[in-house]
């Protein structure tokens, strides 16, 4: 059975969208959870859903649209954050709210038939043809050459800010830099996991990992190794039952995610109870 599932081509481009998902969302989650910028990650990716709608209206590739929606807003909310949180929370809130409304509005006025956009906001892995996995590709190597080879460099930044600039780093540069890196990032996921559900991809693997490990380079092992084995299965369960791809990946991290935190403390409440019968 298995055999057979895997000798269609879709599926394939699937399980190769899978194991790229998992690289670079676990590259770049692991900061964006100890910088806390999961809300301004949040609002990249509805911003960029102006870039699909406008994409639509001119007649180019959505995700290309979407890319240069998502580079704007990354840059445009990452320069008003710098200048403090409450202005970094109004400027999510507005850039999320005007990206979606602009998306909206391109495609009511896209001539003809209005365009199927349900696999930009819910993700629809199955859907994902070699353009998507080109870009999804291409994405994942910038990340992993912008990132891989400066490991030390990155976790100063995502950990100690403060002493990141003692070592003469430049912070700014490095903002800009992974601000970028969320951009182009969140876009080439959203075939993948869906623009309203991608904040989940890049918070819930890592939490689980944080379980498990605090060092940097290990939780973004532990991150890629999770993400990739919830998006395979995810990926074969939705096809078995005829379900969104998504939705599942999404539900199969949240019962990770619980099952984790449960194994976690009772591992915790034994090995104080080994400690108090030791002593």
Request: charged share 10%; hydrophobic share 55%.
């Amino acid at each position: 059975m298995i055999e057979t599932i895997l000798a269609y081509r879709f599926i394939q481009y699937a399980i190769y969208a899978s194991i790229l998902s998992g690289i670079l969302s676990a590259l770049i989650g692991v900061i964006i959870v100890e910088k806390k910028l999961v809300m301004m990650t949040g609002g990249i990716a509805h911003t960029s859903y102006g870039g699909v709608g406008f994409a639509y209206f001119i007649g180019i590739q959505p995700l290309l649209g979407a890319m240069m929606m998502a580079i704007i807003a990354s840059f445009g909310i990452g320069a008003i954050k710098r200048q403090g949180k409450a202005k970094s929370d109004l400027a999510i809130g507005l850039f999320w709210s005007f990206g979606m409304a602009l998306g909206i509005l391109f495609i009511g006025l896209t001539p003809g038939y209005p365009p199927n956009v349900q696999s930009f906001l819910f993700g629809n892995i199955l859907s994902v043809n070699t353009f998507d996995l080109r870009i999804l590709l291409l994405t994942t190597i910038v990340i992993m050459l912008v990132i891989v080879p400066f490991m030390h460099v990155w976790k100063l930044y995502a950990f100690d800010e403060e002493y990141a600039r003692i070592r003469g780093l430049n912070v700014t540069l490095l903002d800009y830099l992974f601000f970028f890196l969320i951009g182009i990032g969140v876009v080439s996921l959203i075939k993948v996991i869906g623009i309203i559900m991608v904040i989940a991809l890049f918070t819930a693997p890592v939490t689980i990992a944080e379980l498990f490990t605090k060092q940097f380079q290990g939780r973004i092992i532990v991150t890629m190794l999770i993400s990739i084995l919830t998006f395979l299965l995810g990926l074969f369960i939705s096809y078995l039952i005829n379900v969104p791809t998504g939705a599942v990946m999404i539900i199969l991290f949240v019962i990770f995610y619980v099952l984790s935190i449960l194994t976690h403390h009772i591992y915790q409440q034994k090995h104080m109870t080994k400690m108090l019968q030791s002593q």
